[in-house]
């Protein structure tokens, strides 16, 4: 029989049990809202509270390459380095005897110095500055872009207050080569200019990240790691033969130099295939060193540069004569060295001359500008319109270079009585080199006109290749118009009077100059012009188009100031490719009727 004595125990027993069984279930449910239910929002508050860690793991920048794949731009590591002020001191070092010896700061910063450049005041400084700040400051940057030779050497100094991260920069080998077409990135890795801009898709790499939760003495909590790896950019392949673009770069200099020029440029293009093999100028670029050169010289002039191409564009207009059916080669006209037409135009040749019967080849060799007017008025200014712009003149050549000019061609509709004639001898308008080769291209192409290309592929990470589209080849004159003119271009090389400056020994050249006057603030400035030569070999069987200009040269103001270039240009370039000799002769053309 239970009594009341001894039932109060039992009841109290049971009422603790109760209790605690209670504060057991809270503590449970409790313990599984932090460690399961909410688990992720307490770890981000641990970390908030310096608990976590990290860091980045970078990507690598894609590469440039040129068409054989030698390196034009590449991507090293450097670093970063780091002192703890708090912790800065003299440190214990064991010699060889085993001698355990304490050196101080001042000759340990004597060491660091030796290595990063600085001077041992400098780096003291730093030390002292950031403890003035934040006297438990354990971060001072010391230096940024150590290249890995001094990072090795500061490791190897075994200071526990240094570290060092590393972080990927961009390199170019062979310095300027090619620097006006690769461009160059900012000191944050941030691309500016040229390719390296233009082609991010394809370079651009993406980065990762490394997280890791820490105990309180800093030691990394084992299995706390997660990590999202880098991916590195592409492979960014060109058209470029580097060692050509080398050549042609040091060619330019030169020539623009002797000339007095105010800067200069050669163009290779392939006719088969439109791929630009150099595209080389004076002023360039070190990507290395941008600093060194001037704001106006950090790009390219080939792509964002206009002029007026003079009597090169005659060739044009010879080819839209021929090929409307309005004349031939032989075909005649009678011109004077300076004329004025029925509707008030005066159009002057550069040497003055009596009245002569010119066939449209002899217009050509002799560069009569009162000749190719009168050839043109055969043809409607809408015609010759259509005719420019199936050339390609006016708009971009769709390489893909960030901030391609245009260039200027007015519709025929605004042509004034000056403007129909101008047009037909490369003035009133304005083009691009690369307008103007790939127009010379599609002559040399039997008419084909293939769209020129700079860059020939991206190669991904894993080995995906993705091939260039320069988009569909467009035959702008019938391929017997073409060749007619090549004949016709060819004879100016071999009539005309550079051609023993020009001549290339065991090859047939075709090509002509130009001489365009220079627009300054609305006017024609005096006595100073923009020359050109552009040609192709073999005339017999084109396989390369070389163009090469000179901005206002002063040794030889006229397009025989660019002679001297091309002949050592298209040289090379025929060596480069290995173009077999040509086995037969030209066919002379009337220059008169």
């Known amino acids: 029989m239970t009594t009341r004595s001894t039932r109060s125990p039992r009841r109290r027993t049971v009422v603790a049990l109760a209790v605690v069984l209670a504060v057991l279930v809270v503590f449970i449910f409790r313990l599984v809202d932090i460690q399961v239910v909410n688990a992720r929002e307490h770890i981000d508050d641990s970390l908030d509270i310096a608990m976590g860690g990290g860091n980045t793991l970078y990507g690598t920048r894609g590469s440039i390459v040129d068409t054989h794949g030698d390196t034009l731009a590449g ?80 490791a190897d100094l075994r200071l526990p207050y240094l570290t060092m991260t590393p972080h990927p920069a961009r390199t170019y080998p062979d310095g300027a080569v090619a620097g006006n077409l690769v461009g160059f990135v900012g000191s944050d890795g941030e691309p500016l200019e040229g390719l390296e801009s233009a082609q991010e898709s394809c370079l651009a790499p993406t980065d990762g990240e490394r997280s890791y939760q820490r105990g309180k003495d800093g030691v990394i909590i084992p299995g706390t790691e997660t990590e999202t790896p880098a991916v590195d950019g592409g492979t960014l392949g060109l058209t470029i033969d580097r060692d050509l673009q080398y050549y042609l770069q040091q060619l330019i200099a030169e020539q623009t130099q002797n000339q007095g020029a105010q800067h200069g440029q050669i163009m290779v293009v392939e006719v088969a295939t439109g791929k630009i093999r150099a595209a080389a100028e004076y002023p360039t670029v070190d990507p290395n060193n941008v600093s060194a050169t001037g704001e106006s010289d950090r790009s390219s002039r080939i792509f964002r540069g206009t002029f007026e191409p003079g009597s090169t564009f005659k060739a044009l207009s010879a080819a839209t004569v021929i090929d409307t059916g309005a004349a031939t080669p032989t075909s005649t006209i009678t011109a004077s060295g300076r004329e004025t037409f029925p509707n008030g135009a005066r159009v002057s040749d550069a040497i003055s001359h009596g009245a002569t019967n010119y066939t449209l080849a002899g217009v050509l060799i002799d560069s009569s500008n009162v000749g190719i007017s009168k050839f043109a008025e055969m043809v409607p200014a809408e015609t010759r319109y259509d005719y420019l712009q199936r050339f390609g003149i006016g708009q971009v050549s769709g390489v893909g270079f960030p901030g391609e000019a245009t260039g200027v061609l007015y519709p025929a509709s605004d042509w004034d009585s000056q403007t129909f004639y101008n047009t037909s001898f490369g003035q009133g308008l304005s083009t691009t080199l690369p307008q103007l080769v790939g ?155």
């Open 439 to 593: 127009a010379y291209q599609s002559i040399a192409n039997d008419g084909l006109k293939v769209p020129l290309s700079l860059v020939e592929s991206c190669t991904a990470p894993d080995g995906t290749v993705s091939q260039t589209d320069p988009g569909p080849a467009t035959q702008v004159v019938s391929a017997s118009t073409a060749q007619q003119v090549q004949q016709m271009l060819e004879n100016v090389l071999v009539q005309g009077g550079l051609s023993k400056a020009v001549a290339v020994s065991g090859y047939r050249l075709a090509g002509k100059t130009g001489t365009g006057e220079v627009a300054e603030n609305g006017t024609y400035k005096s006595g100073v012009y923009f020359t050109t030569l552009i040609g192709f070999a073999p005339a017999d069987d084109p396989q390369y188009v070389v163009a090469v200009t000179l901005d206002q040269p002063t040794g030889v103001r006229s397009s025989a100031a660019n002679a001297e270039a091309f002949q050592q240009a298209m040289t090379q370039v025929l060596k480069t490719f290995r173009v077999m000799p040509s086995d037969s002769q030209p066919t002379l053309l009337p220059k008169t009727g």
């Open 75 to 154: 991507s090293i590591l450097q670093y970063d380095a780091q002192l703890d002020p708090s912790n800065v001191g003299p440190i214990e070092r064991t010699d060889e005897a085993g001698v355990e010896t304490e050196i101080e700061w001042p000759v340990i910063a004597g060491e660091i110095a030796a290595i990063t450049g600085q001077t041992s005041e400098q780096v003291q400084q730093i030390v002292a500055d950031a403890l003035a700040t934040n006297p438990s400051s354990q971060y001072a940057l010391l230096t940024k872009g150590l290249s890995t030779e001094k990072y090795r050497a500061l």
